[in-house]
T-cell receptor, first 112, second 113 residues
């Protein structure tokens, strides 16, 4: 059974710092991996989608990498800002079931 | 292009009542799904559909019904609400199962007393 783990569960950093969020998954049979952002009381906003054949994707200050063989992904946020404060979720789409499996998320606080 | 819309935003039900959570998308996506989000449990799949007329169960389907009569709409029905169904419900859609980026609605916050 596919399991997705995100470490750490919470992170607090000063503004301007570069940071890395980690995601690991137990089964490498995936179609893709997606990173989402969720603000308190809001829905999920897609940040980056990495197909299983890709190694990384970039959008602005965000860079996500995927190492399918080791079951790991990282989300790198450069020059963090208070507006980046949110919960970040990673999810994989299982190629066995076609279903999206979520991690528990990392709650990020960026202090001014 | 409104994306994925959900109504209502908030709902309070008494135990035993029934209701329908509405979900619609205007992106012509074939794949639609419903999740519930609970503290400490993350997001869990309730039901999903790979196209009009086709639905299947997810991880936590008990107490919920779905149907998909059109590509655009995917309502979730609570047959007899229970306090354990207090949660935030999200609808999502993508071009196809497995290959596409998933788009989520804003959620419905349901409380069952």
């Amino acid at each position: 059974k596919q399991e997705v783990t995100q470490i750490p569960a919470a992170l607090s950093v000063p503004e301007g710092e570069n940071l890395v969020l980690n995601c690991s998954f137990t089964d490498s049979a995936i179609y893709n991996l997606q990173w989402f952002r969720q603000d308190p009381g809001k829905g999920l906003t897609s940040l980056l989608l990495i197909q299983s054949s890709q190694r990384e994707q970039t959008s602005g200050r965000l860079n996500a990498s995927l190492d399918k063989s080791s079951g790991r992904s990282t989300l790198y946020i450069a020059a963090s800002q208070p507006g980046d404060s949110a919960t970040y979720l990673c999810a994989v789409t299982s190629s066995n079931t076609g279903k999206l499996i979520f991690g528990q998320g990392t709650t990020l606080q960026v202090k001014p | 292009n409104a994306g994925v819309t959900q109504t209502p935003k908030f709902q309070v039900l008494k135990t035993g009542q029934s209701m329908t959570l509405q979900c619609a998308q205007d992106m012509n996506h074939e794949y639609m799904s419903w999740y519930r989000q609970d503290p400490g449990m993350g997001l869990r799949l309730i039901h999903y559909s790979v196209g009009a007329g086709i639905t299947d169960q997810g991880e936590v389907p008990n107490g919920y019904n779905v149907s998909r009569s059109t590509t655009e709409d995917f309502p979730l029905r609570l047959l007899s609400a229970a306090p354990s169904q207090t949660s935030v419900y999200f609808c999502a859609s993508s071009v196809l199962a497995g290959g596409g980026e998933q788009y989520f609605g804003p959620g419905t916050r349901l409380t069952v007393t």
